[in-house]
Structures are given as C-alpha cells and as structure tokens.
C-alpha cells in the first residue's frame, strides 16, 4: 500500500518555499506522495526558472491556487499580499483538494503547513486532513512569536506590535539577545513589517498550532540548545542539488568562475530575495566591494535597486573585471559549499544562516528586517561566527565600514574555527539511523571511516558513545594513510575492552524486547536522555528495530554465494579485518593508496571493497585496482587479502566467523550488523548521521575506536595502528568481550513477542487508520 498523499503549503516569499521543498524532496525518497501547493503568481515564476531537464520536481507534483489579487497588483506590498492570502486561499485550498481528488488523486491525509500560513489550517482540519507545522525560520524567532500575548501583557509591546520601551530581553538561557526595537516583525528602522496585517498573522500564531498534531523547525538541536523542547527540530532544511523552486533562474557560470580562484578568497554577497536597497546604499555597497581588493560574487537582483538600469551594471562589471562577477540570481548552497568562498555579506535570513553555518563559512551581518536582526544577534553574541557591518550616523553602510569588515572577518582564525565546529555539528545533525545500529546489534567493534554527514554522526556513537570501535585519521591532505589503517586495525583487534562493550551492548539490544524496551528505543534514550533543552520531539515514536539482514538470501547477490564467502572459508577464525563503506563511500586514488599501504604493512588478513574515486565514476563504474592501488600491491598481498570491486555481501560478511574487526563508515545499518556480530569497528566517518553514531559506539558503548584524521587525509600509519591495536591488543580484546555483550542485547530485542514485535503491530495499526 503507497504512503499518505501530503501537501506542502509555503507562505509565498523564496525563504519559505526552499525548506519546504527540501522536506518535500525527503517525503518523496520516503514514498510519500507529495503536492507541493503555491500561489498562481509563485507557481508560473517556478516553472520559469526551472531548467528544461528538470520540469518535474523530482516526483513533486506542483500545483497552484489564487493568492486574491489581481495579476498587475504589486505583491511586493507585504501588507497587501499577507492580507489578501489570509482571505482567500483557505477557501480556495479547499477547492484544490476537492479537485484532485475528483480527478482520481489519492485522498490528502496530511498538510505540512507553513506557520505564517496557518490561517489554512483550521479550514484544512475540517476536511479530515491532519495537520503538521513547519517553521521555517529559528527556533528563538518561533519562541518570540509564542511569546508575543506575554511581551504585550508585561507592557513591552503595544497590541500592534509597536515597541512601548527600547530594552533588551532574553526569552531563555542560551538563546541570543533581543532589542525591542528589533523584533523579527519590524524593520531595520523598528517600524512594524506589513503593518498590521503581518502582525496579527504572527500574533495568531499560537492560535495556528491548536490545529497542528506536531511542529516541525528547520534548525538543530547544538545550534539552539537555549530553545524549548515542545518542537521537533529536523534542520538544516537548506537546498541541495536537487531543484528547490527557486523564483529566477540560477546563473551556474557562477560556480566555474569560483573553480578560477584560490581557496578562501572570495567574497560572496547575497540579500536574498526581498531586501531593496536604495541607490546610495548600492553605490556604497559597490565601491566598499572594490575598495577590498579581493574578488568577490554579488547576487543583484532586477529589483534589488529601484532605477537600477543595464548600464550602470554594464560600467560597473568592466571597472571591476577580473576581479568581480555580478549575477542575477545563483544555486547558493554550491557557492557556500565552494573551497573559494572566505565569507558570505549576508541579509541574515534563516535559510542563508543555516547554508553558511553548514557550510562552515564566516559572516558578515547585514541584516534587512524580520527575524534577521535577531540571527544577527545568533551569529555575532552567540555562535560567534562573524561580525556585522554598522551604519554611520545617517543609517547608511559605507565602503570603508564594508572594506574594513571584511577585512577583520577573513582574517579573524576564530571566527574561521567556530564556523569550521558548528559545520561539523550541522553535519551530525542530519541523523540517518540504519547502519550503525545494525552493527552495534552484531556486537561488531568498529573500524570507522564515513563519508556523508549522517556518518560523522554515527561515528560519536561507535567510539565516544558505544566505545565499540576506533577512528580512522586522515593526513593533511585529506587522506587515510596505510600506516593509520595497519596500526587502527592493529589496535582495534588487540582491544579487548572495546569487545567486551560491543559484546554488552550486543547482549542490551537482544534483552530489550524482553524486558519491555527494543535495543533501538535504549540507543535512542541513550541519545536523548542529556536532551532538556530545545527542539525534543513530541509525536510518538515506534522502535521497531534493530532492522537487519536476518541472514536468508541476498537480494543483491541473487542467492548465489558470493566468492569472497568462500575465501573467508579458507581463512583461520577471527583473523581477517573487513573494509566496506557503505553504498556511496568512494575515496580519491590518493587515499586509497594509502588504505592499501596500511593494510599491508599491518601484516593481517583482509577483505576490503572498493569503489571508483567520486571523480572517475561515471567513467569507470567498476574501479581500475591495478591502477588505482600502489603497482603489485594485489600481487604480494594475494596470500592474506582479497579486494572487491564495488560492493561485498556485507550482512553475510559480517557474520562470518573468520571475520575479526570492520574498517566501517559508521552508516547506522553497517553499525547495526556489527553488533549484531560481535565485531569491533574501526571508524571511518564519511557523511550524514555518522558522527553521532560513532560517539555512541567509542565513547559510550566501547566498542569501537576512531580512525584519526578521516575528515582529512588518513595516512598509511594511522591505517595500520589502528588495525593493529584491533587485532593485537589487549584494548581490542576488550572490545570484543563488550561486543559479545551487545550481540546478546542485540538478538534478545528482535525474538517473538518483544518490544519491537508490538511496537510494529502498534505501528501498523496507528498508520493504517
């Protein structure tokens, strides 16, 4: 049976429609049927902009509804158009949903609605259709907003929005401070936005979230741990590659120009999609831009400037060529992912915030209105990410106020280095669950080496918080050196600490059935219990795992036996280290050759898959080893390894009795079917949830231990200390007796009659009604 139909509902302005579809694309990968809903206007203004090759939204059906004003009205007045959609489009949402579903669509079971178009919901609910809230911007803003009925009774604001005193207030600890004058409803000048419709929508929204059953932030919880615990924080919602119905077409010259230049030495400038600034202002914006000396990438909108014509453009591209490139619009999560990128000039809005806080680049404040000047306040008082720029006496930035910034924010280390560590934590925030769980429920000490986010994540659960498994370190140059890879495998087999905590935590997971609790729901409280602060989750939960292969036929393999099971056959018990990294974990051929001279040198046995570096992969989909290993490596290592090309038979690998530790990125199903195996990890993060994963696994489980340097380059040394202190040590050795420990947790949460058993039976019930 397909998942529920959902539609996603943006208030009409670009910051609300890109974490929306964001979470519409995850829906989608989900199989969730989506319709993604916008106004008449937004909805022509997307298909636009959308590149010929991408005029279906990845599986999102589009679709559009009146927003009440007339074609030529001027929907820039946001007093106007708030008015106007929170008079009509509750109606004529209603008759969108009673059109698609008689023209055969499957029925709408829910709506992810934008907060500041929560006027749609209680319409929405008298359909039937169940309701979740997302708010698009930072939890503090929501914070202010839940706020506004208190802040009007303590006599800080009138029952318009005006401020009745200029002060500074904090709404909970941890959370950055607000001036009156402001708020995230005003302007730079602290004059009411939209004034009084947009106001009221704010104030209402109290009111809105009675109709939502959960509300959903685009944020995270190490970036607001000052925030209250009554929303699900699912952020950084920011635009991949995926299309996002961006409202102008994307200039992608952009990205081969910023190929052009040095790392960390360009200034890239965006107000978003909104802000308007006055001719003085562009000119001083300008000149300041040319006064820095360095290049620089300025997003200027048509309308970014009233008057703005074509030739003052034209004169001011050729006074600065070589130097700067001006674009109408561009793809500004590529830009801020760029090596080139020093700092971003930014309006502050949240979207923007939460690409260049994931992207680990400094800022430079230039707030416009709204809850800017309150992520102002985030990144200069309490991230500490970047400074901002201030007006002289008659409000306006000059060019020596924007040259001298700059200047202090690119060369300001600390301000580089608490970018480079909220990155990181933007990264484990994007938390995917599968194999790192699965090989904690094989008992399997790690060997860790991620890839994506996510396994960044998983990675904390292997060694800081399982202490299941070792981490793989890269050198300067990015990569894991074959003497990182010998002495981590070295060093995970010979740890019998962490094979004892693999072991005990193999042994929690399979008892938690039985005792009420699935060994997923323990890893989850695990995570959770220090969490009193922002963004808990509120709906409810069902632990219905540990979800691994059970050891029947492989899908992948057709059921036939895969050789590399035979070779293992051959080999003595518990002697050989596996190296597998999941199904998108490639490594550049530099850093292959190192694994290959750290397994080497480690003397052990080994079965390692291995995949085309990222670059070479839709030219070689099957690796060329023999040019991407050191020459005869696979000639003098034939005796005691065997190299795969692609993809092993991992749950059977795992499971296998001559296996004896996991080189691993920490993915949640790779960590799952360790445990489930006893087998110490050694952690190599490469992406997404990994992270968590591996403090789970090394610092709480002990079951694993971490590769150093694998957000870099890991040298051979690392590679082979680390097998070596797996294999050879007494610390491997306790790995492995807390692995056993694990397996047994493990197996216990997945027998007839447990926890996971009725958690499931609850959840197909819940779901199916």
């Not at 769980?437 to 080496?449: A, D, K, N, R």
């Not at 370190?473 to 990015?478: L, P, R, T």
């Not at 080893?625 to 092993?648: D, H, I």
Request: glycine fraction near 8%; charged fraction near 25%.
């Amino acid at each position: 049976m397909s998942k529920a139909h959902v539609i996603m509902l943006p208030f009409p302005a670009q910051g609300h429609v890109t974490p929306l579809m964001e979470l519409s694309h995850r829906l989608v990968d989900h199989g969730f049927e989506v319709t993604f809903v916008n106004t008449e206007m937004h909805h022509a203004r997307v298909l636009r902009a959308l590149p010929a090759a991408a005029a279906v939204l990845g599986g999102i059906h589009l679709a559009s509804i009146p927003d009440g004003l007339a074609n030529d009205e001027d929907r820039s007045d946001v007093n106007k158009l708030t008015d106007s959609c929170r008079r009509h489009m509750p109606g004529n949402l209603e008759r969108l949903v009673a059109e698609m579903e008689a023209a055969g669509r499957p029925k709408v079971r829910w709506l992810v609605g934008d907060l500041t178009a929560g006027f749609c919901f209680e319409a929405v609910k008298k359909l039937g259709i169940r309701v979740a809230s997302l708010w698009p911007a930072s939890a503090a803003c929501l914070a202010a907003m839940l706020n506004i009925p208190k802040l009007i009774d303590e006599g800080l604001f009138g029952d318009h929005g005006w401020p009745e005193r200029d002060e500074t207030l904090q709404l909970g600890p941890g959370m950055p401070p607000l001036q009156t004058s402001l708020m995230p409803w005003m302007d730079k000048t602290g004059v009411p936005i939209a004034h009084p419709a947009l106001f009221e929508v704010f104030s209402r929204i109290n009111k809105f979230n009675e109709f939502a059953e959960v509300v959903v932030c685009n944020s995270f919880h190490e970036a607001e741990t000052g925030a209250f615990p009554d929303i699900l924080a699912i952020g950084p919602l920011f635009a991949d590659r995926k299309p996002v119905g961006h409202l102008l077409p994307e200039d992608e010259r952009c990205i081969k120009w910023l190929d052009g230049h040095p790392d960390r030495s360009v200034v890239y400038v965006a107000f978003g999609s909104m802000a308007i600034f006055d001719p003085r202002e562009l000119e001083e914006l300008a000149d300041g831009l040319e006064l820095t000396g360095r290049p620089f990438l300025w997003v200027v909108r048509p309308d970014f400037t009233p008057g703005l014509g074509k030739a003052w453009l034209h004169e001011f591209r050729q006074r600065v060529a070589g130097k700067g490139m001006i674009v109408s619009w561009c793809s500004q999560q590529q830009v801020l992912a760029h090596r080139a990128v020093a700092c971003f000039v930014s309006h502050c809005g949240w979207n923007s915030t939460m690409e260049g806080m994931t992207n680990g680049v400094p800022f430079l404040c230039w707030p416009y209105f709204c809850d800017q000047f309150l992520n102002r306040s985030y990144i200069t008082s309490v991230w500490r990410t970047g400074l901002a720029v201030a007006p002289d006496a008659d409000g306006i930035i000059t060019r020596e106020e924007l040259r001298g910034k700059v200047e202090q924010v690119v060369a300001d280390a600390e301000i580089r280095e608490r970018a480079r560590l909220f990155k990181d934590a933007a990264r484990r925030s994007h938390c995917g669950c599968n194999s790192t769980i699965e090989g904690v429920l094989h008992g399997v000490p790690f060997l860790c080496c991620p890839y994506f986010a996510d396994q960044f994540c998983n990675q904390s659960y292997v060694y800081n918080v399982w202490k299941t498994g070792l981490k793989l370190c890269s050198n300067e140059q990015g990569v894991v050196t074959k003497e990182e890879i010998r002495a981590k495998v070295v060093q995970l087999l010979g740890d019998e600490h962490i094979k004892a905590r693999a072991i005990m935590w193999k042994n929690k997971a399979c008892a938690s059935i039985r005792e009420g609790g699935s060994s997923h729901e323990n890893l989850l409280r695990l995570a959770l219990r220090g969490g009193d602060g922002a963004c808990m989750p509120t709906p409810a939960v069902y632990c219905i795992g540990p979800l691994v292969n059970g050891g029947g036929k492989s899908v992948e393999s057709g059921g036939e036996r895969h050789e590399c099971l035979t070779w293992l056959d051959e080999q003595p018990k518990r002697s050989v280290v596996f190296l597998c990294f999941g199904s998108k974990g490639a490594f550049s051929s530099a850093q292959l050759r190192e694994i290959a001279r750290g397994l080497e040198r480690s003397g052990h046995r080994f079965l390692w898959a291995v995949r085309s570096p990222p670059e070479e992969q839709s030219q070689f989909p099957e690796p060329e080893l023999e040019r991407l290993l050191p020459a005869g490596f696979l000639e003098q290592t034939r005796s005691n390894g065997m190299v795969l090309k692609n993809w092993a038979p991992q749950p059977e690998v795992v499971r296998h009795e001559a296996v004896a530790a996991y080189v691993t990125h920490c993915g949640w199903n790779s960590t799952l079917e360790a445990i489930m195996s006893g087998l110490p990890m050694i952690c190599w993060l490469l992406y997404a949830e990994q992270s968590m994963n591996k403090v789970f696994m090394v610092e709480e489980m002990k079951i694993a231990v971490e590769m150093e340097g694998y957000d870099e380059f890991v040298k051979a040394e690392e590679v082979q200390a680390k097998v070596r202190l797996v294999m050879d040590t007494e610390e491997g050795k306790m790995l492995r007796e807390r692995l056993v420990l694990a397996k047994e947790k493990a197996m216990e949460a997945i027998k007839e009659g447990g926890s996971s058993q009725a958690a499931f039976s609850e959840f197909l019930k819940d779901f199916g009604g």
